[in-house]
Every structure is written in structure tokens, then in C-alpha cells.
Nanobody, 129 residues
Framework: QVQLRESGGDSVQAGGSLTLSCEVTGSLGDRACRGWFRQAPGKEREPVAFVDTYGRSGTTSYADSVKLRFTISLDLAKNNVSLQMVSLKPEDSAMYYC????????????????????WGRGTQVTVSS
């Protein structure tokens, strides 16, 4: 019953910014991992950023390639996961997928794609030089 829908993908110039949004339909429960993957043509699907609500502050994780430039945010009231991207580079160009799974906290390290039960259809981000 859970569905994810991404929005916000666009074409921007290098150095620009963009915010992606993922609206979640249905409930993931109190214990869940939410995040983003991306895949560029000719490349493997890559974990980008993930968030959960573990403990008093929750946890976030980022791929090294985006750690200082991307910020993942979770708005439980709106059932939304966003990815704020700044200082975009051409190598950030990819299809970005919102992902989620229920009943588990996010792994300590990069999760594999099969960890997630739910996937959006993707939103395209293109960064021109």
C-alpha cells in the first residue's frame, strides 16, 4: 500500500542548486529507513543519502561524493523526504530514486538496493557545465 513519488528534477547549470521531494502515500510505521539512490547512464545504481528517526535525533548518512553538498530531510507530518542539493556538478547528473523500507532502521553503512521494499519511478537531474 506504500507508494513513493519523486518531484523536483530539472536541468541546471554547474554550481547551481536543486531540491528534490518525495511524497509517501501510506504509512511506513515508526521504524523505517528512507532515502535516495541515483543512477547515471552506463553506471551502477548508487546510494546517495538516507535518514531514519533512531534515538532522540535520528540518523543520516551520505555518500562521500555528496556529503558536503547534499542534505536529506524528513518531514514526518507531511510524510515527505527531501534532498537539498547545492554546488551541483555534471557528475551529479542522474535519475534520482526515492526509496524506503519499513520495520528497520537505516544501516550504518551504505545500504544495497535490495534493502528497500519501496521505490519511486525516479526524477531526472541534469547538470550542465
Amino acid at each position: 500500500q506504500v507508494q513513493l513519488r519523486e518531484s523536483g528534477g530539472d536541468s541546471v547549470q554547474a554550481g547551481g542548486s536543486l531540491t528534490l521531494s518525495c511524497e509517501v502515500t501510506g504509512s511506513l510505521g515508526d521504524r523505517a529507513c528512507r532515502g535516495w539512490f541515483r543512477q547515471a547512464p552506463g553506471k551502477e545504481r548508487e546510494p546517495v543519502a538516507f535518514v531514519d528517526t533512531y534515538g532522540r535525533s535520528g540518523t543520516t548518512s551520505y555518500a562521500d561524493s555528496v556529503k558536503l553538498r547534499f542534505t536529506i530531510s524528513l518531514d514526518l507530518a507531511k510524510n515527505n523526504v527531501s534532498l537539498q542539493m547545492v554546488s551541483l556538478k555534471p557528475e551529479d547528473s542522474a535519475m534520482y530514486y526515492c526509496v524506503a523500507t519499513k520495520g528497520q532502521w537505516c544501516p550504518y553503512k551504505d545500504p544495497p538496493p535490495h534493502f528497500f521494499d519501496y521505490w519511486g519511478r525516479g526524477t531526472q537531474v541534469t547538470v550542465s557545465s
